[in-house]
């Protein structure tokens, strides 16, 4: 094994392989437990394998980590990760703490760590990177930075002065928002709140927008109201409804009057409906154009990076207004069909008019079933003068339909899963919204 310092923060996110060869998962962080004389000792790796689950591969099974990437004896246990007490994340804990130099020398924070090989599998914290406050005035200025001994520094009492979370957050840069957020809840619940608020508004909706609902309301509730308002105007508005009917009806109410007006008036319009109908499940924002409207434009609204892949699977075509509820709905064109065609075909000739939308107020389970025995990804919903009022896409299906607690629970293969119902719960601050609800 090499003994090369390795900096923790550029480990993250390193491949992990078995010794043949194929890639078993990422790294996500480095467990240590401290020593009473010693540096912290390195008892093993939180490595995510596939499938979003956060598992502990043990030092002793590590027999490189260089070259950005690790490889293992290939003998790793899929049990779930459960941090036990003691035990300390490197990334989520320790980097970010503010530590005071021995030597006189003031504050600073730990930016990185570095760990080093004490033995054959045995590996400790070596060094410490580490910023001190800037000196200048400067907006955009930063601090000097030095490399520390574990034993030239003084922790600072958990308490005595909030976490950084910036190099945390720098480090989820190119996590995609599931896995940002099954990170986040992984985090203990103080240094979640720190981290989510660090975070932009619009990957803290991302996030939140992945979260079980619990979890969102939990950390919805440590924001102040106007942070609050800006992170709800980011999410889906199907979400945001979601989300503020979990709440208090005072907060409820107060957090869409400090909304974008647009976006506040599709939360209350989604909020009108029950959870367990289409009109509850539906998104207010599809594709929606003219049937004069050609495949190149079409093909160029699909284009769009922030577009859901769910919505962008069909284009809605209906008579003016363009906006939810719309003109009288003419029709739906999937992406493919509009790939069949050149660029100058009007949307209008090629409608597929076998899809029948369905109404606000039918159930979610005959959504789900219109959207399996058609092989939809999506389905349109129209009101009594069929105007298209939104569209139901098969990922908030699934979320109804998987229980509470699917993004976090395991579940062993073969396992039937039942289909969750929506818990009645506390009466929702919106009237007519039902909420829904180790190692070895």
């Known amino acids: 094994m090499s003994s090369a310092r390795v900096f923790v923060a550029r480990l993250a996110g390193c491949a ?4 043949v060869g194929d890639r078993v998962g990422r790294v996500r962080d480095v467990l240590v437990v401290y020593r009473r004389n010693d540096p912290p000792r390195v008892i093993g790796l939180v490595v995510e394998v596939p499938g979003r689950r956060r598992v502990f591969v043990s030092i002793g099974r590590v027999t490189s980590m260089s070259g950005g990437q690790v490889i293992t004896t290939g003998l790793i246990n899929l049990r779930r ?4 007490g003691g035990e300390v994340r490197v990334l989520a804990e320790l980097v970010g703490r503010g530590v005071q130099l021995r030597d006189g020398g003031g ?18 914290v070596d060094q410490l990177f580490v910023r001190k406050p800037r000196t200048v005035p400067a907006p955009f200025a930063k601090g000097p930075t030095l490399f520390v001994r574990w034993g030239d520094v003084i922790e600072q009492t958990p308490g005595a002065a909030p976490q950084s979370a910036e190099q945390l957050v720098a480090s989820y840069n190119e996590l995609l928002p599931a896995d940002l957020a099954t990170s986040l809840l992984e985090l203990p619940e103080t240094r979640r709140i720190e981290v989510a608020e660090e975070l932009s508004d619009e990957r803290l909706a991302d996030a939140l927008e992945e979260m079980p609902e619990t979890a969102q ?11 609050a308002a800006d992170v709800l105007d980011q999410m889906e508005p199907d979400d945001a409804a979601d989300l503020i009917a979990q709440l208090p009806t005072v907060r409820g109410e107060h957090l869409l009057e400090l909304m974008d007006p647009e976006e506040a008036e599709d939360v209350r319009f989604l909020l009108s409906y029950d959870a367990d109908t289409a009109g509850g499940l539906m998104t207010t924002e599809p594709i929606i ?9 079409g093909l160029a609204l699909i284009r769009r990076h922030e577009l859901a892949p769910a919505i962008g699977a069909a284009i809605c075509v209906t008579l003016p207004p363009y906006e939810p509820p719309t003109g009288r709905f003419l029709g739906m064109v999937h992406f493919q069909r509009m790939l ?3 660029p100058h075909e009007r949307l209008g000739t090629i409608i597929d008019r076998s899809i029948e939308p369905v109404g606000p107020d039918t159930s979610a389970a005959e959504v789900s079933r219109r959207l399996a ?4 990804v999506s389905l349109p919903v129209v009101d009594e003068t069929h ?5 139901v896409t098969i990922d908030d299906v699934l979320d109804y339909l998987l229980p509470d607690d699917w993004r976090s629970a395991d579940h062993h293969a073969g396992e039937t899963v039942a289909p969750a119902r929506r818990r009645p719960g506390a009466p929702s601050a919106i009237p007519g919204r039902r909420p829904g609800d180790g190692r070895a």
């Not at 309301?217 to 942070?227: F, G, K, P």
């Not at 025995?373 to 939809?376: E, F, G, V």
């Not at 105007?387 to 569209?391: A, N, T």
């Open 373 to 376: 025995s058609y092989d939809l």
């Open 217 to 227: 309301v939990e950390i919805l509730a440590q924001l102040d109201d106007e942070r």
């Open 289 to 297: 154009v003219s049937a004069d409207a050609t495949v190149a434009e």
């Open 107 to 124: 504050a600073a924070t730990i930016e990185d760590v570095a760990i080093v090989e004490a033995g054959p599998g045995e590996w400790a």
């Open 81 to 84: 990760f459960a941090q036990r």
């Open 387 to 391: 105007r298209l009022v939104g569209v």
């Open 340 to 342: 069949r065609y050149p």
């Open 16 to 19: 992990v392989f078995d010794p």
